[in-house]
């Protein structure tokens, strides 16, 4: 069983190379997506004061906890040929697991952003304000000032997605070939007694995992000694 | 003189009670304005106000004697300076903090480079222009801090207690530096401090900021040596404050001339200098005009009672010796003594009871 796995792991394998392609790409591009919405509601969320703050605050915590599976349902009511949004011709592709990894991501990115900018001084955003920094300015200058703990949101933002497999299993299929990600593949191996395959597709899960993990932590690291 | 910079008919509150309640304050141009008074009364509010970073619930603020709207309120706060309480820095290298208000104004990178590394130099931190920020020490910081509200060449500098955190040699030292840039420079200036030896190197006037109100504004002397009201009388303590010069200093005795008086005090100032002579009422002793018996008070005037109040089990003489020079005596003593209105005394303090402010 092991030799047959170092086969697949280091034989090149292309089947195997395609799925963990896949994963980093919808994943990837789910985080990205999240940070667009996440960056400026989270930002919006820290530095405005208006009723109902406090409640949009909690609301966002609440979805950083948010089940994959009933985000997988939700998406799938929508995305079903005769739901709403059916006509799109979009569930079981590619791009309906984007859609619901950027639902489970997008709550982890905004809550942290609002957290990482509300630990700043208060005060800081005034002096900004009193050395002539425009609004924006300000807004870039504080997101600097916060760079670390938004990389770390970024990060797990990333990570909430990339191991999460209900929602890519209810809204993509696990179509060989189309949308067949690193999760859905390890559940579908295990599920026919494939330990080998199985075990190869987790190695590069984590392998995966860890990369961007590592390669974000560097840049911290990096963004401290500077 | 023109007012720069001017507040009026203001009004801030709090959860329905006032915090800031000011009719008409005004900001001489050159001129620095140090506003004083406890913590609590309302100074920091004001200077937000000044700075356009709240919006009161009523009145204006004039620069240059407009109104500052809304949307004028960016290119206003490019033409001042502020400085808070804490350095507030930027965690970055110290050149990029002092860069950070020219960068905002998107200066040229050769003109920002020089101004900043000019301001590095004049307050002695050139050495730590790559250091980053939150490496320094705190009075480091609050150098970086003034370097880069100073780089901006600002109209008005407005500073928010910016010494108050820092230990007594290093704030003794960035104080008597401030006094020199600000000197030098001529930059308009409010200064807020709930200190009264800062108050005193610093103002050209001074401002008393008792509950949200302004109780005095005036040159320090007539703020300092007749408050108008109790308040501000209570809050300076100090009450007898007299312009004068050094005209010798000797092994830490220095002698002050004043109003064609020679006075003894204490301290290290170099002869020629002007000071503010200081001193405080409960410091000093009265004695009958004739035959006073020999003591340690080294100063000794001869003067005529000019008017005595009673506050509570004390009462408050005011003799005029050439200048007013006030007194906080026991009403027994008062009593005992007879002391009533012209009588001729002797007033004497000790040369250690003399607060010098070089000016």
């Known amino acids: 069983m092991l030799q047959h796995a170092l086969a697949l792991l280091f034989g090149g394998d292309p089947e195997v190379w395609q799925i963990t392609l896949l994963s980093l790409e919808v994943s990837g591009l789910a985080t990205c997506i999240s940070l667009l919405i996440g960056l400026p509601i989270g930002t919006w969320l820290a530095l405005m004061h208006f009723r109902g703050r406090g409640f949009l605050l909690s609301l966002v915590n609440t ?67 009193g050395l002539g920094a425009s609004r924006s300015q300000t807004v870039l200058a504080l997101w600097q000032e916060a760079r670390l703990p938004l ?30 990600v690193l999760t859905t593949a390890i559940v579908l191996e295990t599920g026919k007694g ?32 500077r | 003189m023109s ?63 407009n109104p500052i709207a809304a949307q004028d309120e960016l290119t206003y706060r490019r033409r001042i300076g502020l400085v808070l309480q804490e350095p507030l820095l930027l965690d970055r290298s110290v050149y990029d903090n002092v860069a950070a208000g020219l960068r905002f104004r998107r200066l040229p990178r050769q003109a920002i480079a020089q101004r900043v590394d000019e301001w590095l130099n004049r307050l002695g931190i050139s050495a730590l222009r790559d250091r980053p920020a939150r490496k320094l020490s705190g009075g480091e910081a609050q150098r970086a801090s003034l370097a880069r509200a100073f780089a901006l060449q600002p109209e008005v500098l407005l500073l928010d207690e910016p010494f108050s955190a820092l230990d007594s040699p290093t704030r003794t030292r960035l104080l008597e530096e401030l006094h020199s840039l600000l000197r030098a420079t001529s930059i308009t ?30 040159p320090p002397q007539t703020v300092f040596g007749s408050p108008t009201n109790p308040d501000v009388a209570a809050f300076v303590g100090v009450e007898t404050i007299i312009d004068g010069h050094v005209i010798a200093c000797q092994e830490g005795q220095v002698i002050v001339e004043s109003n064609g008086l020679r006075l003894e005090a204490v301290g290290e100032i170099e002869v020629g200098r002007p000071v503010l002579f200081c001193l405080r009422p409960e410091d000093v002793t009265l004695l009958p005009e004739e035959g006073s018996p020999t003591s340690s008070a080294r100063n000794r005037l001869l003067g005529h009672i000019k008017r005595i109040t009673v506050q509570g089990p004390l009462a408050h003489v005011v003799i005029d010796c050439g200048f007013p020079l006030m007194a906080l005596i026991t009403r027994a003593s008062a009593r005992e003594m007879g002391l009533v209105e012209n009588r001729v005394v002797t007033a004497a303090f000790k040369a250690s009871a003399v607060h010098l402010i070089p000016r």
């Open chain 1, 63 to 129: 979805g950083m906890a948010l089940p994959p599976v009933v985000v997988g349902l939700v998406v799938s009511i929508l995305l079903w040929r005769s739901g709403p949004l059916g006509d799109l011709h979009l569930i079981y592709t590619p791009a309906a697991i984007v859609i619901a990894q950027t639902i489970i991501a997008a709550p982890v990115v905004t809550g942290l952003t609002a957290a990482a900018l509300q630990q700043l001084n208060p005060r800081l955003r005034l002096q900004l304000l």
């Open chain 1, 151 to 180: 990389l770390a949101a970024l990060m797990a933002g990333f990570g909430s997605v990339i191991s999460e497999v209900g929602a890519s299993m209810m809204v993509g299929g696990n179509i060989r070939y189309q949308t067949r």
């Open chain 1, 194 to 225: 494939e330990f080998a395959s199985a075990i190869v597709l987790s190695v590069l899960l984590l392998v995966l995992a860890l990369l961007v993990n590592f390669a974000l932590t560097w840049i911290q690291q990096h963004g401290v000694r």
């Open chain 2, 3 to 65: 007012a720069i910079l001017e507040i009026q008919n203001l009004l801030v509150r709090r959860e329905q009670s006032p915090v800031l309640d000011i009719d008409h304050l005004a900001v001489e141009e050159g001129e620095v304005l140090a506003v004083i008074g406890p913590n609590g009364a309302g100074k920091s509010t004001l200077l937000l106000v000044l700075a356009c970073l709240l919006r009161p619930e009523r009145g204006q603020v004039f620069f240059r004697g």
């Open chain 2, 189 to 218: 200036t409010v200064f807020i401090t709930h200190d009264l030896d800062e108050a005193l190197l610093l103002g050209d006037r001074v401002a008393v900021l008792l509950n949200g109100r302004l109780h005095q504004v005036g």
